[in-house]
């Protein structure tokens, strides 16, 4: 028998590993920077310059008070504690962009005051004032 000398491998050896990260950043680093990043196409949009109709109706509302203290909305006689209620209820219907209230030159001041506050709380509307001879 042949007796071979075998070397022992020291246990302490250990793999740096710090080498290896070096190359792996500077290679992402490579791929990042000349990766070329292609942008999405959009389609183009054809914009009309005319201006967009509204689905909502534009409603104008006349309020007037006879000579009676009579209310009445586009000739229709309503309450007087109706009238915020009306307007709620048109400024459901669509977009109220002014309100015209006339009132004939007999009607008391008191009815008026309260016909334009009942209009005030439901909508920050114009109003414009006006008289009727009714």
Do not use: C, W
Not at 5 to 17: E, F, K
Not at 38 to 66: K, W
Not at 100 to 119: E, F
């Amino acid at each position: 028998m042949i007796k071979t000398a075998h070397q022992r491998i020291p246990s302490d050896v250990t793999v740096d590993m710090n080498p290896m990260l070096d190359i792996v950043f500077i290679l992402l680093i490579f791929f990042i920077v000349t990766a070329s990043f292609m942008r999405e196409t959009a389609l183009p949009l054809n914009r009309t310059e005319q201006a967009v109709t509204s689905l909502v109706p534009i409603l104008t509302p006349v309020f007037s008070i006879d000579a009676k203290n009579q209310v009445y909305l586009n000739n229709r006689q309503i309450d007087l504690d109706s009238v915020s209620i009306n307007v709620a209820r048109l400024g459901a219907q669509g977009e109220i962009t002014s309100i015209s209230l006339r009132a004939h030159p007999n009607s008391q001041h008191a009815t008026l005051v309260s016909v334009l506050d009942a209009i005030k709380a439901q909508t920050s509307a114009p109003v414009s004032l006006g008289e009727t001879l009714k």
